[in-house]
Structure formats: structure tokens, C-alpha cells
């Protein structure tokens, strides 16, 4: 019996068991939502990949595959409405909060105002996911003094949460480019937030608090990733004479590339692949794509120079930044924007925690004094 499987017979922890830092190559589980194939730069949801479901796929089509295991082309997912009580809550909070903390909070008011029984269901994944981009649009505009915009069921869930942002239906170019995007967001197997949600439910607690305690996790700079700063460093960089320069002067002063490296990916992360493509055939694409492009082959020389041992490619945040700004998203919305995208896959991985569920309750080793008497 190997020590893994000692430990899951819940015999009392011991030092000499091995544990890694941050879980780091522990199995903590099985999923047949999404595979990340790190070596060859794949991505695959229920066995389909990234890319054909980018190109042929909607997010409407891409959630409802992740949580039934059914591709349907043609199914329709339009942003939902807002409760009394969480409207309630968005605006009694503060103009200057984060958009994270105020879908966090939404996401919260929302889940009490719901009946949410265990188990979870496909039905409650499809409403909270509905109700999220609604409640961020209105916070948004309630920050700027104006007034939320009620959802259109004619209109796909990208571009409805647009058009609640903004009070102006899309043009199909702009919308398919966010659509897009959250197709690439939806999925991505055992992050730290959606081990989060799958922790939470399997104490059978509800599909919200799940989402709710998903949302939190991604706020952290060490996940929620921060497409922002790739905008801020071409802004730095100026332009493509320079960038060799301030590239090597970057690293040299032990600074990172935003929008390089990842922990899993070794080859191009297929996500980056696909989300240039979109940026590059958006209609109004940011002035600065043409330089991010050719920054990138020069970071990207300049990297395996710097590191032969260790592949550093492009990372999903590097093509995540021109598609967001150029659908008119500003750079504070870029990580709730992600979190709206991640809703299809937190609440799938609810359900498949849901349908499996065993609590999950790890093993520690304990490093504090021995048993002594209290001081007299
Ligand atoms: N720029 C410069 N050097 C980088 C780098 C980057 N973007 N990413 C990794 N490296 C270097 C590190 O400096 C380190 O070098 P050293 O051994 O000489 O100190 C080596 O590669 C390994 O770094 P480590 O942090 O252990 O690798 P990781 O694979 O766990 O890192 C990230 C993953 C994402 C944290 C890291 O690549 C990073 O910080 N990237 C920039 C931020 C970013 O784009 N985040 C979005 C991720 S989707």
C-alpha cells in the first residue's frame, strides 16, 4: 500500500509521511471535465479541444457540455435576473470596491434568496452562472451613478453582460471576441479555486457558497492572474526598438514577463494560441496588439536564452489583455470578467464533486510542541 492510499484509510498522520508544499503533484481527486496536457500545450474539455470549441463553439454550448456531457451546438445561455436582495447588496456597497468582492458579495445575496437544496443541480449551475454577469454589469454602473440594465434573453450571455454594462447591444464582432474568451475561461481542472468550490460542497453544503468561496480564492494576485499588468508593461516597454532592451534590463533586475511561464504548461499554452487569433481578427482591436506581437518573439528569444533548462512560453494573460480591452472592458474588470468566464467550471466541478462526494478532510502533519503540563 502506497503512503497515499494509507493516508486515505484515516490512520493517524505520521512525520515520516510525505507531503509537498502547496500540494504540489499530489492526485487530489478525479475529474473527466478538463485534461491540461502541460508537455504538448493542450487543452481538452470532456475530450474536445480548446481551440475547434473556440472556433465552433459558445459559452452557452461550452457550459452546458461541462455540465451534462452533451454537446449541443445550439444551446442558449442568456444572463439572468438580479434578485431584490442582491440588488439590495450591490448598492448599499461602496462606489470604490472591488468588482471582485462586489460579485462576491452578489453571488452571496443571491444564494440566500434561493432554495438550494443538496444535491446540486444542472438547474441551479445554469441560474447562478445567468445571474452572475447581470450582477457585475449593475455594480459597474452603480459605481458610475447609473442605473442597472435589465437582462435580454435574446441576447448570448457575453453579450448580454456587454449590453448591461454598457446599455448598448454589441456589435456580433465584439460580442463573438468576449464570447470567445469565455469559452478559453470556462475550464481548468484542479486551480486552487476550483479545488475550493469542490471542498466546500463536499460538506454538502450549497452550489453558492461554493461559487462564493471559488471567488475569494481568484481574488488572490496568485491566481486570479492579473491580464492588467501585461497592458502596464507594454505600456512601459514603448516600442519595438526598445523592447530587447527593457526586456533584458527586466530580467536582470529579477523582474517576471507578465504573460509568461506557467506552472503546468511547458509548450504554448493553447489558450494564448487561441485568443490571439481573436484578438488579431477583432474589428477594434487595441493599438498596441501589433507591438504585443512583436514583443512576444523577442521576450520569448530572450527567455530560453535566459532559462535553456525550463520552457517559458506565452500564458493565457499575455492575448487575455488586447481581447478584454478591446471589447471595452477596463483593466479593474479584467479578474471579475475571469471569474464570470470560471463559473461554468466551478459549478461543474460542484456537480461532479456533488455526484461522488466523499468530504474532503486531509491529513496534516503536526510540527507544534508535545503534550506538557500548563505553566502554574
Ligand atoms: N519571466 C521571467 N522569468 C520567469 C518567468 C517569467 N514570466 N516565469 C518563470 N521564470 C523563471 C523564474 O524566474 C525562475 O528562475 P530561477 O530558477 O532562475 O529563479 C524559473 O523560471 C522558475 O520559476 P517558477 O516560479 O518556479 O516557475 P513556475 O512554473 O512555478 O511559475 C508562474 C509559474 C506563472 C508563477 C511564473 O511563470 C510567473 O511568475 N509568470 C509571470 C506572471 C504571469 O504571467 N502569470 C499568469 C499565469 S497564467
Known sequence: ?????????????????SWSPGLEGIVAGET???????????????GYRIGDLVERGTYGAVANLL????WEPNHRLPTGPIPA????????????????????????????????DWPPTVEQARALTSFSPSALAAFTRLRQGLEPVEPDPSLDLAAG???QLTGERPDGG??????????????????ASTFTARVITSSRSDIASAIVGAIGTMKGPLHGGAPSEVVDQLAKVGSREHAEQWIREALDRGERLMGFGHRVYRAYDPRAAALRKVAESMEHKPDWLQLAIEV???ALRILAERHPERAIKTNVEYYAAPVLQGVGLTPD???????????????????????????????VIYVGPDERDLPT
Open 32 to 46: 473527466a471535465l478538463s485534461k491540461i496536457d502541460g508537455e504538448r500545450g493542450r487543452l481538452l474539455y470532456r
Open 161 to 163: 453582460f456587454l449590453y
Open 333 to 363: 474588470l479584467f479578474p471579475a470578467t475571469f471569474s464570470l468566464a470560471r463559473h461554468a467550471g466551478w459549478t461543474a466541478h460542484v456537480l461532479e464533486q456533488a455526484a461522488t462526494n466523499r468530504l474532503i478532510r486531509p491529513d
Open 296 to 298: 512576444e518573439d523577442v
Open 67 to 70: 455540465w451534462t456531457g452533451d
Open 1 to 17: 500500500m502506497t503512503e497515499a492510499e494509507t493516508a486515505g484509510k484515516g490512520s493517524a498522520p505520521s512525520a515520516t509521511r
Open 85 to 116: 436582495a442582491a440588488m439590495t447588496a450591490l448598492r448599499a456597497l461602496p462606489k470604490d470596491a472591488k468588482p471582485m468582492d462586489a460579485l462576491r458579495t452578489a453571488v452571496s445575496a443571491w444564494g440566500a434568496t434561493q432554495k438550494l
Open 174 to 191: 465584439t460580442a463573438r471576441a468576449l464570447d470567445a474568451y469565455f469559452v478559453v475561461g470556462a475550464e481548468h481542472s484542479f486551480n
